[in-house]
């Protein structure tokens, strides 16, 4: 059936391409990302713990599509949400 809502259910650690309304926690390093404002996740090249911000020195493959914050977590954390 087309048009019905599609459930993630990827156990990748190394997945790059979520859904359009999947949320993340992004490590920011201690930088602020102003709610709505897009942001660059990637995957961490150092573990498969954390997504980081890019131009982290540990960050790797950047995240497709477009990510916006939804507010920081605390001072190293912003949550971002897939929207386009």
């Known amino acids: 059936m087309s048009g019905l809502a599609q459930v993630y259910t990827g156990s990748n650690a190394n997945?790059?391409?979520y859904p359009i309304g999947y949320t993340i926690a992004m490590f920011t390093a201690g930088s602020s990302v102003n709610r709505?404002?897009?942001a660059s996740p990637c995957l961490s090249s150092a573990d498969s713990l954390y997504f980081r911000e890019v131009g982290d020195a540990n960050?790797?493959?950047?995240l497709s599509?477009?990510?916006?914050?939804?507010?920081?977590i605390s001072s190293d954390y912003a949550l971002m949400e897939r929207v386009l």
């Open 59 to 62: 960050a790797g493959t950047a």
């Open 15 to 17: 997945e790059t391409n």
């Open 65 to 72: 599509g477009t990510w916006r914050s939804r507010g920081m």
């Open 36 to 38: 709505n404002a897009t």
